[in-house]
């Protein structure tokens, strides 16, 4: 009877050390609602968690998972109270970092008051209950586990030990942040037996490198000649990032930053005219700065007309690049129209019908040049073998202050790298692009008092592609 009664109490005493402070899952059960609402779960906020090793990485994967804010949000809420007693601190450290300020205000107001609550019943209770708390917060920091209760007054001040571990929580804040793009986690590797699934179906993918990749990023403009074109802030996060994710890859990556428009044509020119495209499966251009319909700004205020680039990279222009894929990206707005979102109806959404008829239209595409291959002479269209990338649709405006973060960029690029990084191992482009897509439905701006509050963005891709196109990365192949 005693030695059961000994294991319950054990057992009682190991998941409180391994839960979350009373007063922290009351503070975030008090702000559920507003919480599930708002809070912006992304992969820099989980990278924030995993570092103070709040998350596992399987635990950030299967949040990163669900296809909507609201889940990804419900997930995360619902594990945090089982992550013990550093866990709200972590979170609310991670709120912080992620420019969701006014969140953690609200949870430190819930505490505050729960405390004040606390300090009129501590009056007439004991404060053993407290006490003990504190103790096993200290056992739980230095991996106390499985001693009798006799061990458990420990002799050290828990006031000394929490300025060491904020200290920590700091420093690996500020490495997660100066570490070279939002999200450090590496590309995985695609899988021998997945590549041998997918490679005769698809591009060729098995080139080292794999290809060229070629940034133009434009941050800072002319204030004589362009002085309606504001400095694009956070854009020197989205080319570092990209020049890491396709380093990665398996691309060499050359960035070249502020070009006028003149100076962007003569780089792409050159870039078109590497006779080492021959050796290599396929190529990626960038292109982020300013922009309209149909063009992006040099740093003059010129334009460059996207038509013109792709153009340079056609099957005339570049025949060494033929029927090898060729691919884009492009971060620029396409229009003046500030998309404020509309609200929701109920029922199931109708967003995506356009997916199948462009499917279809790739199908009849890709008959034709079975039909042409076939002909005794081979013919290639003037221009195959794409794929594009927009941050924006078709006159669409992208919000400066809303939708790009000093710390991490644009949100299109966020996305495309987290979506690189997590699934290129085993998902072809396009699919990659649909997901990166639904990514950017999901966000929303945060900008009280300006009309860029609560104002949305919406991505796009255009494709000319014949196959399926696998990355397949850090894999070497032997065909």
């Known amino acids: 009877m005693c030695s059961t009664v000994l294991l319950v ?16 899952k009351k503070a975030l059960r008090s702000r559920s609602t507003v919480l599930l609402k708002e809070l912006e779960v992304d992969a820099l906020l989980l990278q924030c968690l995993q570092t103070e090793e709040i998350l596992t990485e399987n635990m950030a994967e299967s949040i990163m998972a669900e296809q909507t804010s609201h889940n990804r949000s419900w997930r995360l809420l619902n594990l945090l109270p089982k992550r013990g007693p550093r866990a709200f601190s972590s979170f609310c450290s991670a709120l912080r970092e992620t420019e969701q300020q006014h969140l953690c205000d609200l949870l430190m107001q819930s505490q505050e008051q729960h405390d004040r609550e606390t300090h009129v019943d501590s009056v007439v209770e004991p ?5 003990r708390e504190s103790e096993q917060q200290v056992k739980e920091r230095r991996g106390k586990k499985g001693e009798n209760s006799a061990s458990s007054a420990i002799p050290l001040s828990t006031q000394e030990e929490t300025p060491a571990k904020r200290t920590r929580t700091e420093e690996s804040m500020e490495f997660s942040l100066t570490a070279d793009s939002p999200i450090s986690s590496p590309v995985l590797p695609c899988s021998h037996e997945f ?5 005769k179906q698809s591009y060729r993918m098995n080139s080292t490198p794999r290809g ?3 940034v133009i990023s434009n941050v800072t403009f002319d204030p004589h000649m362009a002085p309606e074109l504001d400095q694009r802030k956070g854009g020197e996060v989205d080319d570092e990032v990209l ?6 890859l398996g691309y060499p990556v050359a960035v070249h930053r502020d070009l006028t428009a003149q100076a962007m044509r003569t780089c792409i020119e050159n870039f078109c005219m590497r006779p080492d495209h021959r050796t290599v499966d396929s190529c990626v251009v960038c292109v982020l700065s300013h922009g309209v319909e149909g063009a992006v700004y040099g740093t003059d205020g010129q334009l460059l007309q996207l038509d013109w680039l792709f153009d340079a990279f056609d099957n005339a222009h570049c025949p060494l690049l033929q029927n090898k894929p060729k691919i884009f990206f492009i971060q620029a707005c396409r229009g003046d129209e500030m998309d404020c979102g509309v609200e929701q109806l109920d029922g199931p959404g109708r967003t995506g019908r356009e997916q199948p008829d462009a499917g279809r239209e790739g199908q009849g595409d890709a008959d034709l040049k079975r039909m042409d291959l076939g002909t005794p002479r081979v013919k290639l269209p003037q221009r195959s073998d794409m794929i594009c990338g927009f941050a924006s649709l078709k006159g669409q405006s992208i919000c400066t202050a809303a939708m790009r973060n000093t ?25 990659i692009l649909v997901q990166v897509n639904g990514r950017i439905k999901e966000r929303e701006g945060y900008a009280p008092g ?7 963005e919406m991505s796009e891709f255009t494709s000319s592609l014949c196959k399926d196109l696998y990355f397949f990365p850090k894999h070497q192949s032997q065909y």
């Open 9 to 24: 109490h054990r057992e009682s005493k190991n998941m409180l050390e391994c839960g979350m402070l009373i007063r922290d």
């Open 127 to 131: 404060v053993e209950e407290p006490e």
């Open 195 to 199: 590549y041998l699934s997918r490679y």
């Open 212 to 214: 060229f990749a070629l």
């Open 243 to 248: 020049r890491k994710v396709f380093t990665e």
């Open 407 to 431: 710390k991490r960029g644009s949100w299109f690029i966020q996305e495309l790298n987290s979506a690189l990084r997590l699934r290129a191992k085993d998902t072809h482009l396009a699919d």
């Open 450 to 456: 300006t009309a860029h509050h609560r104002c949305k």
